[in-house]
């Protein structure tokens, strides 16, 4: 069981960048997904989630309306389309995994893969 993100880099403040996290050894239908980032000093906190039974999503206020999840089971991918980039969105973002739904508990997620960097800096 492996969950890789990626699609992380540096953007200008009100950039874009799409993240993907590609799972591998297991279907990914089964599963809802959570995206959730850490800044240097500060817990990790959720960000978005997925449902795998309907595709309800979630979000944190932070992100609303600039940020959209989506997933493609077929390429066994979820994604983090981010809009609107501010300087407070930097950290690392990461995905993770969780049976039966969503959830706003970090620790309800597991298999962690490693995470991404973004920096949103002029």
């Known amino acids: 069981v492996q969950l890789q993100a990626s699609g992380g880099g540096l953007v200008q403040p009100g950039g874009s960048l799409k993240l993907s996290c590609a799972a591998s050894?297991?279907?990914?239908?089964?599963?809802?997904v959570g995206w959730f980032r850490q800044a240097p000093g500060k817990e990790r906190e959720g960000v978005s989630c997925?449902?795998?039974?309907?595709?309800?999503?979630d979000y944190a206020d932070s992100v609303k309306g600039r940020f959209t999840i989506s997933r493609d089971n077929a390429k066994n991918t979820a994604y983090l389309q981010m809009n609107s980039l501010k300087p407070e969105d930097t950290a690392v973002y990461y995905c993770?995994?969780?049976?039966?739904?969503?959830?706003?508990?970090?620790?309800?997620?597991?298999?962690w893969g490693q995470g991404t960097q973004v920096t949103v800096s002029s």
């Open positions: 993770a995994i969780k049976r039966y739904g969503c959830s706003p508990m970090v620790s309800d997620f597991h298999s």
């Open positions: 997925i449902s795998n039974r309907d595709g309800t999503t």
């Open positions: 050894g297991f279907v990914l239908d089964y599963f809802a």
